[in-house]
T-cell receptor
Framework: NAGVTQTPKFRVLKTGQSMTLLCAQDMNHEYMYWYRQDPGMGLRLIHY???????AKGEVPDGYNVSRLKKQNFLLGLESAAPSQTSVYFC???????????FGPGTRLTVL | AQKITQTQPGMFVQEKEAVTLDCTYDTSDQSYGLFWYKQPSSGEMIFLIYQGSYDEQNATEGRYSLNFQKARKSANLVISASQLGDSAMYFCAMRGDTGGFKTIFGAGTRLFVKA
């Protein structure tokens, strides 16, 4: 039981490049979330999903796209990376009847 | 709109003493949940404690307790008998029960435990 895993752990991009972050959970959770954490700002919700095939915008969705084709996976895409997207990205999941979100270890992304 | 406010950017506490980390919130939801997470220097987010808005008793988990004052919209975290390993960033968070059950986080409080 790995919980929530994120791939990759670190990545450096050049401005304008694209990439996809993968979040996987093995707890059969309905809800999945993508957050970004910037210094001094806590976590901000980018996008979330309430079930397979569904996605919705969070607080800071611009510049990101997401997909939830399989229940266990939630992908976060950056089509054209910008330096402002340098951040630590956290994925989380939660069961439909549970209160607690379980977080992945985070992905540190640097955009030059 | 929902909002979480943590007014203490940093706190110092002597080892073995208790410390209170402040959190106030604002929401129009009738039902909501309040959380505290710990983030050590290694970066992972560790769940500490949860309080539901309809829970009449304050939540406790070992050395952690949540001082929930609904009328004042506060959800302070109390850590008893601080340990050096408690040095970390602490985030207060709230999940509303409408709008997709989104969770919002405060800016955090960095706790330093002195030996």
């Amino acid at each position: 039981n790995a919980g929530v895993t994120q791939t990759p752990k670190f990545r450096v991009l050049k401005t304008g490049q694209s990439m996809t972050l993968l979040c996987a959970q093995d707890m059969n959770h309905e809800y999945m979330y993508w957050y970004r954490q910037d210094p001094g700002m806590g976590l901000r919700l980018i996008h979330y999903s309430v079930g397979e095939g569904t996605t919705a915008k969070g607080e800071v969705p611009d510049g990101y796209n997401v997909s939830r084709l399989k229940k266990q996976n939630f992908l976060l895409g950056l089509e054209s990376a910008a330096p402002s997207q340098t951040s630590v990205y956290f994925c989380a999941s939660r069961g439909s009847s549970a209160d607690t979100q379980y977080f992945g270890p985070g992905t540190r992304l640097t955009v030059l | 709109a929902q909002k979480i406010t943590q007014t203490q950017p940093g706190m110092f506490v002597q080892e073995k003493e208790a410390v209170t980390l402040d959190c106030t919130y604002d929401t129009s939801d009738q039902s909501y949940g309040l959380f505290w997470y710990k983030q050590p220097s290694s970066g992972e987010m560790i769940f500490l404690i949860y309080q539901g808005s309809y829970d009449e008793q304050n939540a406790t988990e070992g050395r952690y307790s949540l001082n929930f004052q609904k009328a004042r919209k506060s959800a302070n975290l109390v850590i008893s008998a601080s340990q050096l390993g408690d040095s970390a960033m602490y985030f207060c968070a709230m999940r509303g029960d409408t709008g997709g059950f989104k969770t919002i986080f405060g800016a955090g409080t960095r706790l330093f435990v002195k030996a």
